[in-house]
Nanobody, 124 residues
Framework: QLVESGGGPVQAGGSLRLSCEASGFTSEYRHIGWFRQAPGKGREGVACISRAGTKSRYADSAQGRFTVSSDSAANTVYLQIDSLKPEDTAVYYC???????????????????WGQGTQVTVST
């Protein structure tokens, strides 16, 4: 089971910390990715991180305001979003990569298991 939480309504300029908790997986996943899908748009990669939290990567659009972190003991990954903008409004998803790559990819096809998403709505 993969469960995202922490979304909700927020005013522009505010911050949110999204959580993604993994439980019950018998196979080892190596990386966790964050993606988002805005209304009427396709799913966009935001960031990814290794399970141990030692390596991370960000999409160009996420540089500077997004921070991904991992608590491997809790099997939880976080996405901190600061200085929120209305264009950040989207459903945010986390996903698991069970592959053997040494570094994570922010690519939809690299992930095999997806959560149900958490809605972030930013108002002016």
């Amino acid at each position: 089971q993969l469960v995202e939480s922490g979304g909700g309504p927020v005013q522009a300029g505010g911050s949110l910390r999204l959580s993604c908790e993994a439980s019950g997986f018998t196979s080892e996943y190596r990386h966790i990715g964050w993606f988002r899908q805005a209304p009427g748009k396709g799913r966009e990669g935001v960031a990814c991180i290794s399970r141990a939290g030692t390596k991370s990567r960000y999409a160009d659009s996420a540089q500077g305001r997004f921070t991904v972190s991992s608590d491997s003991a809790a099997n939880t990954v976080y996405l901190q979003i600061d200085s929120l903008k209305p264009e950040d409004t989207a459903v945010y998803y986390c996903a698991l990569d069970f592959g053997t790559r040494s570094s994570c990819w922010i690519t939809f096809g690299a992930y095999e298991w997806w959560g149900q998403g958490t809605q972030v709505t930013v108002s002016t």
